[in-house]
């Protein structure tokens, strides 16, 4: 299960947020195609990369015509659900202004339909939320978890007023987490990361066991000395549903243990398609993979009245089942979706960092009753290092191979 972790050691905001799932690894190009989707004024998003206290950081700066409007929930739900984005993102992102609208009209006691958003209501704000959004979907997070979080102290001039950090909103939003105070002063915990937080994740405290895949930092905007002002995103996979990574260990019982094959539930989708252009069917096969399936694949079939057609297969999680149904009926023209449970066996695998007078390059290994019975270089790193060097790939991926033999002793 793909699992994210806010590391909140120095709070979180809506442009923190955003940074980071860029450093995570977020495209940028398809995320402002995404948010482009809104139909809202002209925007820009400046992403760069910022040093906090030697950590480098990507900082996200949305950048919107200045407005003279104060929106309601209604109004704000109206330009999310007006929008061409998927359904998954648009319930994700009226949730978490639906639980800031709540945490608002509790505290001016008021009814919800009566708040009035002031800062998170703005443009930047929603772009905000809503980029948020669109990142954890392209990353397939299927699980939130959240440190305890640093609030921050001293006082936060709010459209009210003057409150203490943090303010009642927050406060409010943040019920049920682990939060803490240090000397560092100022507002760490945003409304608008409150929200975003409060609303994905479930567990609040330890980082969740889990394998790690990357870990990422957004910037904040203050400057403190020898403090990083910024928030980590650890993003890995829950080790219940990870092909187990086995590593042979000095320990003689577990030297001694042969590494079996793992045996997966699954479920398989499929449904056949004789309507649809090339564009969409690629479009189709790139969204699976962005909403974390397993693998998709085409098949050239012949239907009825002698129609050349496609049928998708997707492979997924079963807890992905309403994920991919809902982008199947609603990117595909199709009416209906086979739905199979199939049994998985596979390999245990795990990656072999292996130095080259390139850097260091992962090589995934596959082994079978302890030995290697395939190793293979990641493919995105032979690439960058092959267009960088003017080399072939083959080239370079034969010399990475020869080293990690080397390495071996094969």
């Known amino acids: ?18 940074g980071a799932l860029v450093a995570l690894g977020v495209d940028e190009t398809r995320l402002l195609e995404q948010i482009k989707l809104l139909n809202v004024p002209k925007f820009a998003i400046e992403f760069s990369t910022k040093d906090k206290s030697g950590i480098s950081a990507i900082h996200a700066e949305v950048k919107v015509p200045h407005e003279h409007v104060h929106r309601h929930l209604h ?3 109206k330009i999310i659900n007006d929008s061409g984005l998927s359904e998954t993102i648009k319930k994700r992102a009226v949730e978490i202004f639906t639980n800031l609208a709540e945490a608002e009209a509790k505290i001016h006691g008021i009814e919800v339909k009566k708040v009035h958003f002031h800062e998170v209501g703005a443009m930047d704000a929603i772009i905000d939320v809503v980029g948020a959004c669109i990142g954890f979907e392209m990353l397939g997070v299927e699980k939130f978890a959240c440190s305890k979080i640093h609030v921050g102290s001293g ?12 303010p009642p909103a927050v406060a409010e939003l943040l ?46 905007t203050r400057e403190y000395k020898d403090f990083p002002n910024a928030l980590r995103l650890i993003l890995g996979e829950d080790e219940q549903l990870r092909i187990t990574n086995y590593e042979l260990r000095e320990d003689e019982k577990i030297k ?33 993979f962005e909403l974390g399936c397993l693998d998709c694949w085409f098949t050239p079939i012949q239907m009825k009245k002698n129609r050349p057609a496609t049928m998708i297969s997707i492979l997924c ?38 130095e080259t007078e ?29 267009l960088k060097s003017k080399r072939s790939w083959k080239e370079i991926e034969r010399e990475v191979v020869e080293k990690f033999n080397e390495k071996q002793g094969i």
């Not at 056949?272 to 790139?286: K, P, R, T």
């Not at 260091?360 to 395939?374: M, S, T």
């Open 358 to 386: 390139f850097g260091a390059v992962d090589v995934k290994v596959a082994k079978f009753k302890d030995k290697i019975v395939n190793a293979k270089p990641e493919y995105e790193q032979i690439r960058e290092i092959a």
């Open 155 to 166: 006082f936060a001039q709010m459209a009210h007023g003057k409150f203490p950090i943090p």
């Open 175 to 220: 019920k049920g987490a682990s939060v803490y105070s240090t000397e560092i002063e100022g507002e760490l915990i945003t409304p608008t990361g409150a929200a975003i937080i409060a609303t994905v994740c479930e567990e609040f405290g330890r980082i969740p066991e889990m394998i790690i895949e990357k870990s990422a930092y957004g910037a904040g």
């Open 75 to 77: 109004n704000i739900e």
């Open 317 to 354: 999680a079963k807890e992905k089942r309403d994920v991919f149904t809902e982008l199947l009926y609603t990117e595909t023209s199709t009416l209906g979706v086979r739905i199979s449970e199939i049994e998985r066996d596979c390999l245990p695998r795990e990656i072999v960092k292996t």
């Open 256 to 288: 001694n243990r042969k590494p079996k094959t793992e045996s997966h539930n699954l479920l398989l989708l499929e449904t056949n398609i004789d309507d649809l252009s090339a564009q969409i069917l690629g479009y189709v096969m790139e969204r699976a």
């Open 1 to 18: 299960m793909k699992t994210l972790y806010f590391d909140c050691f120095a709070g979180a905001s809506g442009n923190m947020i955003l």
